[in-house]
């Protein structure tokens, strides 16, 4: 948490609404690094001051083994309830 | 040969993200043209008795448009959202996307709302069918944005200046949707009971010139594609100051602005709505009831329409003796 330590807390309502706006698809949010990922489109968006910013352009290309492949995803999601 | 317009994604929407940023200190004080649009907005929705917990408040420039959204009754999540971050800073729940690629998931919203959004989207169709995704079942849109006549004189002049002076003429105002267009877009897009209508607006200006730092105020000017590539030269904007007093100017020296302000209403389909009953069920003859034969009408088109045969030339009209059209009131 030590990178992240100033950042303010994203709304967690905001969590319940967001979906990657490429795909449509689910996103996780990861807190170590606070940003927002969507492992379909292999981007991860940026929360800057609390606000994620969900611009395609400004969001980071996840590497290659970055990314959860499909069949692995629910059990990641169930791991993070 | 100049590049062209590219008619499927006219507005550069990176362009648009640069002068809101730069626009944003004045945007968040409050444009007096916003301002009067959120009032005229908020009206209306004062007149929608239900409570709307869950608000998506779009290209949330307004600071008054949001205090009057929260401060409605039942409200209990204004999300605003901006493609510049700039224009978001303060208290409350924010977004930052692209209204042309909305991040929410189905059925996420009671309302989205938005003054002086829909107007530079490039895919106005996409852009509503998106919102009415991530509406509820029966989920209201409501949105303001100029359209049809708006800033006309102003098109004029710099048609004219640019063809006095250079013998040629790049568009400079945008293209705006007309009314007729926009209803039908909410009803292609999808939406129940689709109402769009107008309200004029005309601002009077001491000086042409200051309409033109108004527009830049509100991150208004031009965003067109082709725009960019071929930028507005001194002597064609000065010119066209000029025809634009000789032309418009009023008796006590004002010059006159027109925005022409589309409201569109739609709501996402749910079973409790009026709808209009299958065609064919209907119990009262209209033919009958205009005292006219049934398939008595006359029809326009001529008969050597390319491989039409008369059958078809006719299928505008009823083509059964029985053929009933009846509307139903709301339920």
Known sequence: ?81 | MRPMTDPVRPFDRRLLRLRRERAAPRLRTGSFLHEEIAARLLERLAEIRRPLPRVLELAAACPRLTAGLAAREGTELVLRLDNVPALLAGSGPAVVAEEELLPFGADRFDAVLGIMSLHKVNDLPGTLAQIRYCLKPDGLLLAAFPGGGTLRELREVLLLAELECLGGAAPRVAPFVDLADAAALLQRAGFALPVADREPITVRYREPLRLLRDLQAMAETGVLAAEARRPLRRTVLMRALELYRERFATEDGRVPATFEILFLTGWKPHPSQPRPLPPGSGEIDLAAHLGRPPGGGQCSRTSGSAGGSKRAANSAQPSRPGARITLRNSK
Do not use: F, H, W
């Open chain 1, 1 to 81: 948490m030590t990178e992240t330590g100033n950042e303010p807390p994203i709304d967690p309502r905001l969590l319940e609404l967001l979906v990657c706006p490429l795909t449509k698809g689910p996103l996780r949010y990861d807190r170590l690094r606070n940003e927002l990922v969507s492992d379909q489109a292999g981007l991860a968006y940026p929360i800057r001051d609390g606000i994620p910013v969900m611009l395609v352009d400004e969001a980071r290309r996840l590497r290659e083994d970055e990314a959860i492949p499909p069949e692995l995803r629910a059990e990641r999601d169930e791991d993070d309830r």
